[in-house]
């Protein structure tokens, strides 16, 4: 019988206090191998590529997108892992608990090189203090769907199903087309910054607010999104333009959500089509509260987390509401999966679901 080789316990990493490290990673390209094949090659090129600067959205501290989904728990567990992938055999597994390699198992040539598990909790303290509590102690990490199983690829991988649903919506409300239609939304991010062109492909004039304006500069470089304004009064002005012409255009507007959509309903504007992909599942690394500015709600996200979570709550309830009036004026609203109608009802909002979710 053949000897099965010991289990290889991974070195444990030191866990990192704040990141600091500005880094320029980028996957291998061409034919020449870094790893021992091409089995092991694969999952280093594709863990490298989700943290390449035109891929993540804060690749200095290891987030790849949706706030806070992360490819690697801290960088002494990404160092690691690479370290781990450049030397594993054919005849290996590697083990990765909530992106930090704990263990390599003799395996065969058929099993899978990497097994990957992710913020896995029973489910009576699976709740989001116990996470929050376990990950400021090193104890796991936030991987979303495609961060920590390094599979993300950019918004150009949800680019495609953004444009169906918008094309979906097209066919059962506005005839098929949603030229000479607006489209308003929020959170241009790594997922919600495949929303303009998904829309202008589908011929509408769209208007999204984004509190971050790097974000939006980074949509504008990718060439996802047209221009770029700060004024809400500018932004509409461009809007209407485009929707009297039936142009397909798509604007980014420098603002909070919780702020600019109660504005809009205000002022009786009621957009063709309304949405959100703000990242709403996460109050305190993800959505930012209104009536603050960026630099002051990071501020107090490091200094007092209860009160920026209970601010963020409340604001996602304001734009819930702001969204609600927008239905009742006539416009197809619809939740896009980001969890913001279940923030908001926790937060007293008893008729949030009255709108549909995007499925």
Not at 33 to 45: D, Y
Not at 248 to 258: E, H, M, R, T, Y
Request: charged letters at 25%; hydrophobic letters at 40%; glycine letters at 8%.
């Amino acid at each position: 019988m053949k000897k099965t080789k010991p289990v290889k316990v991974i070195d444990k990493p030191q866990v990192e206090k704040k990141a600091e490290w500005k880094v320029n990673i980028s996957a291998p390209r061409g034919t020449k191998l870094v790893c021992k094949s091409w089995q092991t090659e694969a999952p280093l090129r594709m863990l490298m590529n989700n943290l390449d600067r035109e891929v993540a959205e804060k690749p200095d501290e290891l987030i790849v997108y949706g706030g806070a989904g992360k490819a690697a728990r801290n960088w002494d567990c990404y160092l690691k892992i690479v370290e781990s992938l450049k030397n594993l055999e054919n005849d290996e597994t590697l083990l990765i608990q909530s992106g930090k390699p704990v263990g390599i198992f003799q395996t065969h040539a058929y099993a899978p090189r990497v097994l990957i598990s992710n913020a896995m909790l029973v489910p009576k303290w699976a709740t989001r203090e116990k996470f929050q509590e376990l990950e400021a102690l090193g104890l796991t990490m936030y991987g979303q769907m495609t961060a920590g199983s390094w599979i993300y690829i950019g918004s150009q991988g949800i680019l495609q199903g953004t444009y169906e649903t918008f094309a979906a919506a097209a066919r059962k409300h506005f005839g098929g087309s949603l030229k000479g239609r607006t489209v308003l939304t929020a959170g241009l991010g790594g997922m919600g910054g495949a929303q303009p062109l998904a829309a202008t492909l589908n011929g509408a004039a769209f208007l999204g607010v984004e509190v971050d304006p790097a974000r939006i500069k980074k949509r504008l470089e990718t060439r996802y999104l047209d221009v770029m304004t700060a004024d809400l009064d500018e932004a509409l002005k461009w809007l209407e333009e485009a929707r009297k012409k039936g142009v397909a255009k798509s604007i980014g507007l420098v603002g909070n959500a919780a702020e600019v959509l109660p504005e809009l309903a205000r002022r009786n504007y009621h957009p063709d089509l309304v949405t959100d992909q703000t990242s709403a599942h996460d109050p305190l690394r993800g959505y930012v509260p209104a009536g603050m500015t960026l630099p002051e709600a990071l501020r107090l996200r490091e200094a007092d987390p209860e009160e920026y979570v209970r601010h963020s709550m409340r604001s996602m309830a304001i734009h819930v509401r702001a969204m609600l009036a927008f239905q009742k004026g006539g416009s197809v609203v619809f939740d896009y999966g980001n969890n913001l109608r279940a923030q908001a009802y926790e937060t007293g909002v008893k008729e949030a679901f009255d709108f549909p979710g995007f499925v």
